[in-house]
Nanobody, 120 residues
Framework: QVQLVESGGGLVQPGGSLVPTCAAFGFTPKNYYISWVRQAPGKGPEWVSDTSSGSGYTYYADSVKGRFTISRDTAKNTTYLRMNSLTPEDTALYYC?????????????WGQGTQVNVSS
């Protein structure tokens, strides 16, 4: 059974860091593009970052480039999103999702999300 499970969100002060994780079950993440997508209160989903299948190339939205780093541990079937220099604008529910094919941003499986709150 394919499943994605996020964890590692929380409350952090502006300028702080968090590392949400995405554990995959029932498939091998390195064979797929894995995306992080976030949704802030009252807003639509926003794509954040991808790690590609195979070599694991990484891609970032302009809003997080230079602050967030996506990575994966193939032995643990886990994808990470290191988030540094957080601002209140990063407050959102963060999801990981499996791309149907390549980096199309069409997803067939989503996790349940992990909440990130940035506030003083």
């Amino acid at each position: 059974q394919v499943q994605l499970v996020e964890s590692g969100g929380g409350l952090v002060q502006p300028g702080g860091s968090l590392v949400p994780t995405c554990a995959a079950f029932g498939f091998t993440p390195k064979n797929y593009y894995i995306s992080w997508v976030r949704q802030a209160p009252g807003k639509g989903p926003e794509w954040v970052s991808d790690t590609s299948s195979g070599s694991g190339y990484t891609y970032y939205a302009d809003s997080v480039k230079g602050r967030f780093t996506i990575s994966r541990d193939t032995a643990k079937n886990t994808t990470y999103l290191r988030m540094n220099s957080l601002t209140p604008e990063d407050t959102a529910l963060y999801y990981c999702a499996r791309n149907v094919r390549g980096g199309t941003h069409r997803y067939d499986y989503w996790g349940q999300g992990t909440q990130v709150n940035v506030s003083s």
